[in-house]
């Protein structure tokens, strides 16, 4: 077995109510290696295409890496893989936290999870043994009393807690998973395939720590990064102002997302600012897992109507905007409490900001009625509307129940031309992020293999001058020229091609993006020495981005299994449009002859076919999938 | 005429102070403005002067206030 891992993987059938534990051999683990990576290889192996994603049959893999739970900094992310009952694509989300280290040192390096219990269950890990237990008096819960039932009961306040709560047993389709009660697998959906299997927690507690091939080396570079976070400007700004310091740039320059993406321009942008944050409900700051960090708000309001609760963190600056300006609000502390009831029922707070912004519009523009919204007045900047609606979604009730199920879905039943007001790429609600003052965003947005996403890869802005971080640190990678946040021509699309693997490599190994170059303070080679010095390998870059372009080309395949073609690698039309409003006002729009070109070279630079975008068999070849030259020859 | 520079973000952890101040005597571009101030444009998304958003090649005729806006990214 090699070093930092368990050599584990638990096997556990939840209709037969049965595990086992596989112990892959070397070769395996240095071709996956974790995360969703490894993920992939059984969803490929051991799902048939157009598996209902909410049925017994899909499986839920929980996947760490082989340096989660090593001393070294920002390293304490795990990936949840599904098919996403949001997407029907390959679903995947990362979490930081405690929960992934947990689940190493209690003796395993994933679960694949498969089948469905009839009735509500949890599964308790302990240093290495393995129970279903009856969850029968928990179903119905939020995350917080199941919590704390859950310590009481198993009389141990160090268990680690991965959980859903109402939002995941409703099958809501944007559901979440939540370690910590603050630590979020979000987007995808995947909570609402937990429910779907009937399983409300997953409880780990390990006492046995990572044996590291070079335990000395891992605790110097350790030493050597921890002093330096704390003096580096970018990772102080994570500490002091956390995600949310995005919102004043945005706000400032006329780009945070606001009133359903119909403008960038948020007259009351100060109150959503850091600087506001800070003032008014932050209460705190908290750390991953082994992270000097501690870029985690949190906040506490105690108000004679309004309390939050500080155990479920604070809102990030995804949350400020999906639940503030997208919706027309600008009262941080209501966008506390809808942060804090998102957490408590397990909901995205991305998709489920998004869904409500969807339905303000249709409701201004006259596609739904108070009838519709059970008289609720469902107008933008309606603070106690969204926080009625956080409710019904996550109970399905009323327009709760429709909206439950992503604006996609929402859109074609309302009808109407209610599918002009949603914004999502195959079927996943976009998050906060402007592609027209960052189109490698876009080129993000449109090739996730899960769905719009943000954190696909290291933002334009990092790499914007000969001066950025991203040019400095990451000649490594062929990094050499700077690019315009704006540009979208060829060195754009080469330069993403790369920080989409780089970042995938990321997902795979639970790096934290904020940990490491361009966001942070971690260098590539650091990084590099933490894995040599974890696993003994005498691995390089080329080895660790071939392992994330394998990854990406098996989420593909399966995308492809799944009826995706290149026609799902799009944009959103409101970013083929100027800004309307602000500082930006008349600018900024994508020339969308440009973008497609844009699409169809990163196919080439991928290595696969220019007008499908599916993976030629040489390219499996060369990353060792020729297994699946199969499906591509379908 | 005086070109008053408020830095934003975490622009204020990494230089020495989060307001400064120059004079110029003749009309100054903000690239020539930022080479004086010593402030890497790597470390800047957006400069915003007044309402409105400018590039490096903007020119400056009169005193002016200019806000710059540090990059960001993902979370």
Known sequence: ?634 | MKISIKLEGYLKYKYPSDILELNYSEPVTVYKILKDAKISLGDVFFIKTGDKIVKEDYLFTESAEVKLFPIIGGG
């Open chain 1, 1 to 634: 077995m090699p070093y930092g891992y368990t050599g584990n993987i638990l096997h556990v059938d939840l209709s037969s109510r049965k595990h086992w534990i596989e112990n892959p051999p070397e070769t395996f683990y240095r071709t996956y290696w974790g995360g969703r990576a490894l993920a992939l290889y059984y969803m490929l192996n051991q799902m048939k295409p157009h598996t209902d994603p909410l049925s017994p049959d899909n499986l839920l893999i929980f996947a760490p890496s082989v340096i989660t739970g090593t001393p070294a900094p920002a390293l304490p992310r795990y990936t949840v893989c599904a098919k996403s009952p949001l997407t029907g694509a390959q679903g995947e989300a990362e979490a930081g936290g405690w929960w992934g280290p947990e689940l190493k040192k209690a003796g395993f390096d994933a679960i694949v999870i498969k089948g469905s219990s009839p009735t509500p269950v949890y599964l308790y890990i302990k240093d290495g043994k393995v129970e279903i237990k009856d969850a029968t008096h928990l179903w119905g819960k939020d995350t917080g009393t199941t919590q704390k039932i859950i310590k009481e009961e198993l009389s141990d306040d160090k268990i680690k807690i991965a959980q859903i709560g109402p939002a995941g047993e409703n099958l809501v389709r944007f559901a979440n998973i939540v370690n910590e009660l603050k630590h979020f697998n979000g987007r995808n959906g995947l909570g609402a395939v937990m429910g779907s299997k009937k399983l409300k927690a997953i409880v780990v507690r390990g006492t046995k720590p990572i044996d590291l091939y070079n335990k000395e080396r891992v605790s110097q570079i350790t030493k050597e990064i921890t002093k330096r976070v704390m003096d580096n400007p970018l990772s102080r700004g994570l500490r002091e102002l956390g995600t949310p310091g995005v919102v004043r740039p945005s706000y400032e320059a006329g780009c945070l997302p606001s009133y359903n993406w119909t403008t960038g321009y948020f007259k009351e942008g100060e109150n959503l600012t850091a600087e506001t944050y800070n003032k008014t409900i932050l209460k705190g700051t908290k750390a991953c897992y082994a992270c000097p960090i501690r870029c985690k708000r949190v906040v506490e309001i105690n108000e004679p109507n309004l309390k939050v609760d500080p155990a479920y963190g604070g809102p990030e600056y995804e949350t400020t905007t999906s639940l503030g300006s997208i919706c027309g609000i600008s009262d941080l502390k209501y966008i506390a409490k809808a942060n804090e009831l998102c957490n408590k029922f397990t909901m995205d707070t991305i998709s489920t900001g998004m869904v409500i912004a969807f339905a303000m519009q249709c409701y201004e523009e006259e596609m739904l009625n108070k009838e519709d919204t059970g008289g609720i007045e469902l107008t933008f900047g309606n603070k106690e509307a969204m926080l009625k609606m956080i409710e019904k979604i996550a109970y399905r009730k009323g327009l709760g129940d429709l909206l439950s199920q992503g604006s996609c879905f929402a859109a074609k039943k309302i009808g109407k031309g209610a599918e002009k007001f949603i914004h999502q790429v195959k079927g996943q609600e976009i998050p906060m992020h402007d592609p027209r003052v960052k189109t490698g965003v876009g080129l993000q947005y449109a090739l996730s293999d899960y769905g719009a996403d943000h954190m696909k890869a290291a933002h334009d802005s990092f790499f914007k001058d000969q001066d950025s971080v991203g040019i400095k640190e990451m000649k490594d990678l062929g990094v050499l020229e700077p690019v315009s946040p704006t540009d979208i021509g060829e060195k754009k699309v080469a330069l993403f091609k790369l920080l989409d693997i780089y970042w995938t490599v990321f997902d795979i190994l639970g790096v934290c993006d904020f940990g490491y170059v361009p966001r942070s303070v971690g260098t590539m080679e650091e990084l590099l020495e933490i894995i040599r010095s974890t696993t003994g390998w005498e691995t390089t870059w080329f080895e660790l981005m071939k392992l994330g372009e394998r990854s990406i080309n098996m989420a593909r395949i399966f995308n492809y299994r799944e009826g995706f073609t290149s026609k799902d690698d799009t944009l959103p039309e409101v970013f083929y449009q100027n800004f309307k409003g602000g500082p930006l006002d008349g600018q900024g729009a994508i020339n969308k002859e440009d973008f497609q070109k844009a699409i169809r070279l990163r196919y080439e630079l991928m290595g696969w076919d220019p007008d499908t975008g599916i993976p030629t068999p040489a390219k499996l070849i060369e990353l060792g999938l020729d297994w699946l030259i199969d499906e591509v020859k379908r």
